[in-house]
């Protein structure tokens, strides 16, 4: 399923696109001082660059089970989403509030959040990243997960 998480989160994949690369460091910041493990995947250049290839990058740390969970940031949040959906076995949300960000994780399991570096504050961004990390799946939308994946598996 989106991979449900049962132990303490603690590593991190990040990736953004060039739109996040004021900001980039100071989420990571944030989240290492709040004691989270982050890979960073890029974008950590100045020109600008196509958000799937970090979306990809990120979704494959997820597959591979070297991090628990994704953050993925580009312009709104949207893009990123699309492309590290299309990952099988993958459930990436972009998230608008603090309540998307907290039923992102307890209803839909999702694997990563995205979030828009151009639709966001900075403190709304770690915000967000917070409360969506530290909120637990419920068992409950379980079989709904599972039809997704049936979805995916099919079509
Ligand atoms: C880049 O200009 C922008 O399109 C991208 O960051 C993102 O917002 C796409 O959804």
């Known amino acids: ?4 998480i049962t132990h303490k989160i603690k590593k991190l994949a990040f990736g ?4 996040a ?7 990571k910041n944030y989240l290492q001082s709040s004691g989270y493990e982050i890979e960073d995947f890029g974008f950590n250049g100045d020109s600008s660059c196509d958000y799937p290839d970090f979306a990809l990058k990120v979704s494959k740390a997820i597959l591979t089970k070297r ?5 993925l940031i580009c ?9 590290a959906n299309k990952i099988k076995n993958v459930i990436a949300a972009t998230c608008w509030d ?36 530290r909120t637990q799946f419920e068992e409950r939308h379980s079989q709904r997960i599972k039809k997704i994946k049936e979805i995916e598996k099919q079509y």
């Open 75 to 83: 312009g709104t949040g949207i893009g990123m989403s699309i492309a």
């Open 21 to 27: 690369t004021k900001i980039r460091g100071k989420v």
């Open 16 to 19: 953004t696109d060039h739109t």
């Open 98 to 133: 603090e309540n998307t960000a907290k039923l992102a994780a307890q209803h839909n399991a999702a694997d990563i959040i995205c979030l828009g570096s151009r639709t966001t504050a900075l403190d709304d961004i770690c915000h967000r990243i917070e409360i969506f990390l």
């Open 67 to 71: 991090a628990d969970k994704g953050i």
């Open 1 to 4: 399923m989106g991979n449900i």
